[in-house]
């Protein structure tokens, strides 16, 4: 896997959530939801990319399991969002297969960096 495949992903992931809030009547009181999820999609990228200058392989490390956990709070953001009807069950599930692919990149990368320090 090439770094650049998964910052692409993240990206891709964050720019499909933000473009799907801005459909989201946020008068019902769900700009909440809306904020959350906004910031744990865009931290997911945001975290790969400071990655990439880390200081350590340590926090190198850290980083892409900060990245993970934001990645696990975007899925239980998408659960919400389907279960409230913010979004279609097709949305649902195109959001969450793009976010566990990038989750399996993630543990692949964790694993890979932990195993050759």
Known sequence: MKDSELRS????LALKIIYACDEIDTRKGRG???NQITRSATSVGANIQEANYASSKADFINKFQIALKECYET???FGLFKDTHMITEEEYQD???KC???RKLLIASITT???NS
């Open 75 to 77: 899925d239980y953001w």
């Open 95 to 97: 959001m969450f297969a």
């Open 100 to 102: 566990s692919k990038i």
């Open 32 to 34: 909440v939801l809306v």
């Open 113 to 115: 960096a932990k195993e």
């Open 9 to 12: 992903r993240a990206k891709n």
